[in-house]
């Protein structure tokens, strides 16, 4: 097996926090970077040979990769970071498919039976192995992970439709509003997950025919598979079978597309509830990660009304909360809380600095702003419109680096 893990992606929706960084290196749940959730899920899987293909603003993503996710060399294991080469041409990736069409190279170099494609920005746990051994049981030329979401929802997905089997793909449909639901439940649809498990030939073939394509998208989901859905070789893995070791019902089947700033908030504040979906907490499948040299985290000051503490919330290594407050928020490696100042429902990155007597309310503060003396964040939705990015669902979005001003 080789397992392809695409990281290209721009994230365009996800600015401010993208705007120095590719979308799989956005920082998640204090510690993680998103790129680690699928990486943890193939080491888990024992899938350890693994190239990352990336493209946009790669620079943090590669250093990532290289600082925490080294591999055992003396047994032939490695998880490789591979910017776009342009290898055939002055021309970046056209779309997902071109993505691999033209790192066939790495294809050749291992010559595997099978190839395991994941996306490299969602939330999850899953075992691959699980969707393997039913992709090669099948003989599929290719197996599409997907997960059951309300028919009524079908517009906002890829969606795969099957035989009356549940297994076959009659056929995959980018949005659709005829969606038909499935056979066993038909009120839910199949939502493709982006993962995919190919037979190796078969998915070079299928790449080659697309490439001579002038009119093709060059995209997985959009040509490569409806191609090899109408040549019969296409199956669904259905991710409500994939049991996790470690996992509750609960938990099981915990999928999230954090493609935009509120799903992003949203899954977050998953994260800080008493009983979240989603278990960051499962030492049986583990989510890996590098962790930079910080002592542990202090709370300090206990005097009248200026007392160092967090409620309901994720506090990491680095992190000083000095006389000030954090409620329901994920406060991310080297944070400072100044006396005085209160932070809720937010989202703070690594180095965020909170001063004197400042309010934080629903925002996401990237790494190494300076939220001055006194400040107001989150409060006029209005006022915060002219400096900031604010949501749909009005949470307030500070990037990387910003000066703020009181």
């Known amino acids: 097996m080789l397992a392809v893990v695409l990281a290209g992606g721009e994230g365009k929706r996800l600015m401010p926090l993208t705007a120095d960084r590719a979308k799989p290196a956005v920082p998640f749940g204090g510690i993680y970077r998103l790129v680690d959730f699928v ?52 021309r970046w990736f056209a779309g997902s498919a071109d993505a691999l069409f033209q790192n066939l190279n790495l294809i050749y170099d291992e010559l595997p039976d099978h190839v395991i494609v994941f996306g490299a920005d969602h939330i999850y746990r899953m075992d691959p192995r699980q969707m393997v051994d039913q992709h090669i049981d099948s003989g599929a030329d290719v197996t599409v992970a997907a997960i059951r979401q309300p028919l009524a929802l079908a517009d906002q997905f ?10 076959r793909v009659v056929a995959f449909r980018e949005k659709p509003t005829d969606a ?9 649809v199949y939502a493709s997950m982006g993962n995919y498990v190919f037979k190796t030939q078969s998915m070079i073939e299928a790449l080659r025919e697309d490439a001579m394509d002038p009119a093709s998208k060059h995209d997985l989901g959009g040509n490569i598979i409806p191609m090899m859905v109408k040549a019969g070789g296409a199956e669904v893995y259905d ?38 979906v989603f278990n960051l ?7 890996y990660t590098g962790h930079d040299p910080l002592p542990p985290a202090k709370f300090v000051h206990n005097d ?18 000095s006389g000030g ?18 932070v809720e429902d937010s989202v703070l990155m690594g180095c965020v600095k909170v001063g004197r ?50």
């Open 158 to 167: 890829g969606v795969i439709e099957t035989d009356p089997t549940g297994r």
């Open 325 to 342: 407050t954090a409620l329901r928020s994920i406060l991310s490696p080297g944070v400072i809380l100044h006396s005085h100042s209160q």
């Open 39 to 90: 990486l943890s899920n193939l080491a888990n899987g024992h899938y350890l040979k693994i190239v990352v293909l990336t493209q946009y603003k790669n620079h943090s993503l590669d250093r990532h990769i290289s600082r925490t996710w080294r591999l055992s060399a003396m047994l032939g294991n490695y998880v490789t970071p591979v910017p776009a080469q342009q290898r055939l041409g002055p």
């Open 239 to 276: 991710f409500a079978h994939n049991v996790v070791p470690g996992s509750t019902e609960r938990d099981r089947g915990y999928w999230r597309d954090v493609g935009t700033l509120d799903a992003y908030y949203d899954a977050h504040m998953d994260l800080i509830s008493a009983h979240p």
């Open 304 to 321: 009248g009304d200026r007392i160092g503490h967090a409620i309901d919330s994720l506090v990491s290594a680095g992190v000083i909360v």
């Open 180 to 188: 038909v639901g499935l056979p066993d439940a038909p009120d839910q």
């Open 357 to 406: 007597g400042a309010i934080v309310r629903r925002a996401i503060i990237d790494k190494n702003v300076i939220i001055p003396d006194g400040a107001r964040i989150g409060f006029d939705l209005e006022e915060d419109r002219k400096r900031f990015a604010v949501t749909r669902g009005g949470i307030v979005v500070i990037g990387k680096n910003e000066i703020l001003d009181r």
């Open 281 to 287: 907490y499962n030492d049986r499948w583990p989510i």
